[in-house]
């Protein structure tokens, strides 16, 4: 087991710096992919928010879309910065994945409160894990930020 151990230890040393960037990455597209479907803003989206209660859903709706976009890009822009300006890039990085938090609280509260992680259609019970993960990379980068 440990000459197992020491040989994939040999093969990832070299990139272990840049495995944090994997979960960048995907926080950061997804947020971003996800908040960019919602431009333009349509009526759908904004009646839907209004029938889960808002009642201002017309500015919720575009708050919520460049709420993810920007997240997005400050989880993948924070680290770069960092590079450059660590102070700077770990602000971002946490102000971002705070954000995100927020975001998927109320996601997982509001828009996904029948769905559960183990109960549910078989569609749903994934995606309210994928919901879940989400939110707690948001979380891991709040408190890790770049470090």
């Known amino acids: 087991m440990e000459k197992l151990n020491n040989l994939l230890e040999r093969v990832a040393s070299p990139i272990k710096a840049y495995a944090n960037y994997l979960l960048r ?10 908040g960019y479907g919602k431009l333009p803003i349509n009526e759908g989206f904004v009646g839907w928010l209004a029938s889960k209660g808002f009642s201002s859903a017309s500015l919720v709706a575009p708050l919520l879309a460049w709420g993810e976009i920007l997240s997005g890009l400050g989880i993948l822009l924070g680290g770069l910065i960092g590079t450059r ?3 700077l890039g770990n602000v971002v990085t946490r102000l971002s994945g ?7 609280i ?14 549910g259609e078989s569609g749903s ?18 408190i890790k930020g770049n470090d």
């Open 125 to 142: 019970v994934l995606f309210a894990s994928e919901q879940l993960f989400l939110l707690l990379l948001g979380i891991y980068f709040a």
């Open 85 to 87: 300006a660590a102070a």
């Open 25 to 34: 990455i995907g926080l950061g597209l997804s947020f971003f992919l996800h």
């Open 106 to 119: 109320g996601a997982l509260i509001i828009a996904h409160s029948d769905w559960g992680i183990f109960t």
């Open 98 to 104: 705070g954000a995100i938090g927020v975001i998927m």
